[in-house]
C-alpha cells in the first residue's frame, strides 16, 4: 500500500486516491469518482503496470452497479485486457471474474470474522455467496455445513471450481438459483443465515427468516443513509430494529459493526442477530423495495444510489 500511495501522489498529485485502489490477484481496480478523467486514471494504470511486477492488469470501476446481478461496470486502463485471476485470502484460494461476478477484497476481514462465530455442528445459508468467500472460509476453519447459493451463473461456476480448488467438497454445497426458492427447501434446518448483498437483503428477509430453526442467527448487511450528526453504527441499529421489529417479537441485536463506506453519508452495516421468535409470509417472489422501505432506509434499494 505505501508503494500505491507513493506511485498516486508522484503521477496524479493526488495522495488520497490510493485508498481508492483494490487489488485482486494480479488485477488493479481503481475506483472512479463522479467526473474524475479516465485519461488520468489511464496514466496511473500504466505506470501501476510498470513499476509493480505483480500487477498485470488496471481497470477502473464505474460508479454504481447495473443488470440483475449487481455488476460493476470496468473500463480497461493499462495491462492485459483480462478480467479473471486468482486471489488469496486466508489460506484460501479464490478464482475470480473482477468483471462478471462480485468480488469485494475490503471484506476479508468480515469473511474471517464471521468464519470465526460459526460452530462446527452448524448448518449455514449463505443466500449470496458470489464465488465463495465467505461460505469456503466457514468449511475451511470450522467443517460446518454451508449451503452457498447465488444466481449469477458465473459466480456459481466460479464457486464451484473454488470448492474443489480448497478441498472443502461435501461441506460446501453450490447452488445455482434465487436464494427465495431455495429457503422453501430449507426451510427450518439452518442455523446461521448470512446476507452479504445490501442492495437486496431487506427485500429477502422473510425467505431468511423461513429457512431459520429458532433461536437462529442471522447476518444482516444493509446500505444505511446516515443522518448529520449520527454515527454509522447508529444508523445501523436504527434501522435494522425497524426491520427486525415488524417481523420478530423476540431477538437480539447483539452488534452493529460499520464494514465499509460506500459513499457521501452512505454506511455499509452488518447487525448480528439472535432470532427467538419470528412471524412472517415470503412471497413467491422478493420485490423491490419501494414505499415505506425505502423510507426506512433512506435509499432506493436497486443500488442505484452508487451511481
Same mark, same amino acid.
Given at each position: 500500500m505505501k508503494l500505491l500511495k507513493r506511485i498516486a501522489k508522484e503521477v496524479l498529485g493526488d495522495e488520497? &486516491?490510493?485508498?481508492?485502489?483494490? %487489488?485482486?490477484?494480479? &488485477? +488493479?481496480? &481503481? /475506483?472512479?469518482?463522479f467526473g474524475y478523467p479516465v485519461e488520468r486514471l489511464r496514466v496511473l494504470g500504466e505506470e501501476l503496470v510498470r513499476r509493480m511486477p505483480g500487477i498485470r492488469a488496471v481497470y477502473a470501476i464505474e460508479p454504481g452497479?447495473?443488470? @440483475? *446481478?449487481? !455488476?460493476?461496470? !470496468?473500463? /480497461?486502463?493499462?495491462?492485459?485486457?483480462?478480467?479473471?485471476?486468482? *486471489?488469496?485470502?486466508?489460506?484460501c484460494e479464490y478464482e475470480v471474474d473482477v468483471e462478471k461476478a462480485f468480488v469485494v477484497p475490503r471484506l476479508s476481514g468480515e469473511h474471517l470474522r464471521i468464519a470465526r462465530?460459526?460452530?462446527p455442528w452448524e448448518t449455514v445459508f449463505n443466500m449470496f455467496a458470489g464465488v465463495g468467500p465467505f461460505s469456503i472460509l466457514i468449511a475451511k476453519m470450522k467443517g460446518a455445513k454451508v449451503y452457498s447459493v447465488d444466481i449469477n451463473p458465473v459466480a456459481y461456476e466460479l464457486m464451484v471450481r473454488?470448492?474443489?480448488?480448497n478441498k472443502v467438497e461435501g461441506k460446501v454445497v453450490p447452488i445455482l438459483g434465487d436464494s427465495a426458492d431455495v429457503s422453501y427447501w430449507l426451510k427450518g434446518k439452518v442455523d446461521?443465515?448470512?446476507? @452479504?448483498?445490501?442492495? !437486496? +437483503? $431487506?427485500?429477502?428477509?422473510?425467505?431468511?427468516?423461513?429457512?431459520?430453526? *429458532? $433461536?437462529?442467527?442471522? /447476518?444482516? *448487511?444493509? /446500505? %444505511?443513509l446516515v443522518r448529520y450528526g449520527e454515527r454509522p453504527k447508529t444508523a445501523g441499529e436504527r434501522v435494522a430494529r425497524t426491520?427486525?421489529?415488524?417481523?420478530?417479537?423476540?431477538?437480539?441485536?447483539?452488534?452493529?459493526?460499520?464494514?465499509?463506506? %460506500?459513499?457521501?453519508?452512505?454506511a455499509q452495516v452488518v447487525a448480528d442477530l439472535?432470532?427467538?421468535?419470528?412471524?412472517?409470509? @415470503?412471497?413467491?417472489?422478493?420485490?423491490?423495495?419501494?414505499?415505506?422501505?425505502?423510507e426506512l432506509l433512506g435509499l432506493p434499494q436497486d443500488g442505484s444510489y452508487l451511481r
Open positions: 488520497e &486516491i490510493w485508498s481508492r485502489i483494490d %487489488v485482486v490477484g494480479d &488485477i +488493479a481496480l &481503481i /475506483h472512479r469518482k452497479t447495473e443488470g @440483475p *446481478y449487481k !455488476l460493476r461496470k !470496468l473500463i /480497461h486502463l493499462a495491462g492485459e485486457r483480462r478480467t479473471r485471476t486468482v *486471489y488469496k485470502e486466508h489460506g462465530l460459526v460452530e473454488n470448492v474443489k480448488r446461521r443465515v448470512l446476507m @452479504p448483498l445490501p442492495e !437486496l +437483503a $431487506p427485500s429477502y428477509l422473510d425467505f431468511a427468516l423461513l429457512s431459520l430453526k *429458532y $433461536p437462529g442467527k442471522l /447476518h444482516l *448487511y444493509l /446500505h %444505511v426491520l427486525i421489529d415488524s417481523k420478530c417479537s423476540s431477538y437480539e441485536l447483539e452488534k452493529v459493526r460499520l464494514v465499509r463506506t %460506500v459513499g457521501p453519508r452512505i439472535t432470532l427467538n421468535k419470528c412471524s412472517f409470509s @415470503p412471497r413467491l417472489r422478493p420485490t423491490p423495495n419501494r414505499g415505506p422501505l425505502s
